[in-house]
């Protein structure tokens, strides 16, 4: 397995346009995380899936920050219209429940996030 | 709600020196602890939970529920343990972790 992989690695971007981050979780793996992570506040959560459906989005700043998952092994995370505070590096993290370890998150290498 | 706090954005060691990285939390139920890992253009990675009881590449974790606190140790710090750690805490009705702000350890030579 590749793991959970995340593209792209690297945006940048300008000022007003949309922003779309992508995530395929581990196949099996039925939680799938977004963070956002900066220098300032560290590791946030924006919202988690389980089985597709979302069921924490409290930690999504504003309604300009939207996601989805269509299906079992695809996930967007879209900024609409992006903003220089935006410029983070954004994580994706799936788990699998009824498993040795189920509590553990495995995380993708991460897109960061220029907005200029 | 729960919160996690880790004091030290950066803390810096000599070779061979003690370490210890402090996480304290807040939360009114039985939590569940995790220290996570992120090297240098690596993944950020699962380095020790608390329910194991295990010793991962010489650092221990104990929790002390009186003093609401989860605090990362290593006796003799190595320069391959220069990284970032973070601080986790998951809450028995919740799925999603709670991460603390993170601390960056550099050991030198």
């Known amino acids: 397995d590749a793991g959970v992989i995340q593209s792209p690695r690297h945006e940048v971007t300008e000022m007003g346009q949309e922003v779309t981050l992508r995530c395929k979780p581990i196949s099996g793996h039925d939680y799938l995380f977004w963070y956002r992570q900066t220098m300032m506040r560290g590791l946030e959560l924006l919202i988690y899936?389980?089985?597709?459906?979302?069921?924490?989005d409290s930690g999504m700043p504003e309604d300009r920050f939207s996601a989805k998952m269509p299906n079992a092994s695809f996930s967007t995370l879209k900024i609409q219209p992006s903003e220089p505070r935006d410029s983070a590096v954004y994580f994706c993290?799936?788990?699998?429940?009824?498993?040795?370890?189920?509590?553990?998150?495995?995380f993708g290498a991460g897109s960061r996030l220029t907005v200029l | 709600a729960q919160r996690v706090t880790q004091p030290e954005k950066l803390l810096s060691v000599f070779k061979g020196a003690p370490v210890e990285l402090k996480c304290n939390y807040s939360?009114?139920?039985?939590?569940?602890l995790f220290w996570y890992v992120q090297y240098s253009r690596q993944r950020l990675q699962l380095l020790l939970r608390h329910i194991s009881r295990e010793s991962i590449k010489g650092f221990t974790a104990d929790l002390n529920k009186g003093e609401t606190s989860f605090h990362l140790k290593k006796p003799f710090a190595q320069e391959e343990d220069s990284a970032m750690y973070y601080c986790?805490?998951?809450?028995?009705?919740?799925?999603?972790?709670?991460f603390g702000s993170g601390t960056r350890l550099q050991v030198q030579p």
């Open positions: 939360y009114s139920g039985s939590p569940e």
């Open positions: 899936f389980n089985n597709n459906v979302p069921i924490d």
């Open positions: 993290a799936s788990r699998s429940t009824g498993t040795p370890g189920a509590n553990v998150l495995t």
């Open positions: 986790a805490l998951r809450d028995t009705g919740r799925r999603a972790l709670t």
